[in-house]
């Protein structure tokens, strides 16, 4: 049994080290993670919103509705912990 | 544990510099790196701190498990009536820049922005808070 195991970790190793070859360089500008949406929001953020952070600015205002969801999904947890763990009694 | 006066007294330094940076960071979101979820989670390790230092009796008298739901509440309703606010000025829900262009205020999304960040902030920690209460609480006499 170990020894299967660590042939499948061997082989999904050498996958792994052979894959990397093929990943864009580190700070690449033209590699597809930065090239086209990236651009745009770095270009276009201080003027949309006035807002120097471009993290929050995509996070609150480009991506409004998506936080707000969220933050109901952080709500619905803590609620999940309170019901599972809570013992009985009043919230 | 709550006899070491070396804990308590450490704690009793650290908290105010903790909830201080916490509330840094959630103000800072519009204009630095910062944001509601990193500081919430700074403020509520202020908390989890005085916990771990008080026992969790002393800490649930400040600030109950009641209390820490209706901070849970608020936080989302801050966010959605701020959101509901940019229906008024007839735009979508949620779209910040309309409020701007309609009153006229200059950086008014920046601090609506900042308003919104709140709101996730309380939330956050109001949650967090509550994981590590319900956690810890082992029936009352011990802790």
Not at chain 1, 4 to 20: Q, S
Not at chain 2, 34 to 48: D, E, M, S, T, Y
Not at chain 2, 63 to 79: H, L, P, Q, V
Request: aromatic residues 10%.
């Amino acid at each position: 049994m170990k020894t299967k195991a660590l042939i499948a970790v061997l082989f999904i190793g050498i996958i792994l080290f052979w894959a990397v070859e093929d990943m864009p360089a580190f700070g690449d500008p033209n590699s597809p993670a930065t090239a086209y949406t990236g651009q745009l929001f770095v270009e276009r953020t201080y003027e949309d919103t006035g807002i120097a952070n471009i993290v929050t600015a995509i996070l609150v205002s480009y991506r409004g509705f998506d936080t707000l969801g969220e933050v109901v999904v952080i709500f619905t947890a803590g609620i999940a912990v309170i019901l599972l763990l809570g013992r009985g009694g009043r919230l | 544990m709550r006899e070491n006066v070396v804990i308590r007294t450490v704690t009793r330094l650290m908290v105010p510099f903790i909830q201080v940076f916490g509330l840094y960071v959630i103000v800072h979101g519009a204009s630095g790196a910062g944001g509601g979820f990193q500081g919430g989670v700074a403020f509520a390790a202020a908390f989890i701190l005085m916990v771990i230092a008080f026992g969790l009796p002393d800490v649930r008298a400040r600030f109950g498990n009641r209390g820490i739901m209706y901070a849970s509440i608020i936080g989302i309703c801050i966010y959605a009536a701020i959101g509901l606010l940019s229906l008024l000025y007839a735009g979508n829900f949620l779209e910040l820049a309309v409020i701007e262009e309609a009153s006229g205020i200059p950086h008014l999304h920046g601090i609506l922005i900042d308003i919104v960040e709140a709101g996730i902030g309380i939330t956050v920690m109001a949650v967090m808070i509550s994981i590590v209460y319900y956690m810890t609480d082992t029936g009352g006499d011990s802790s």
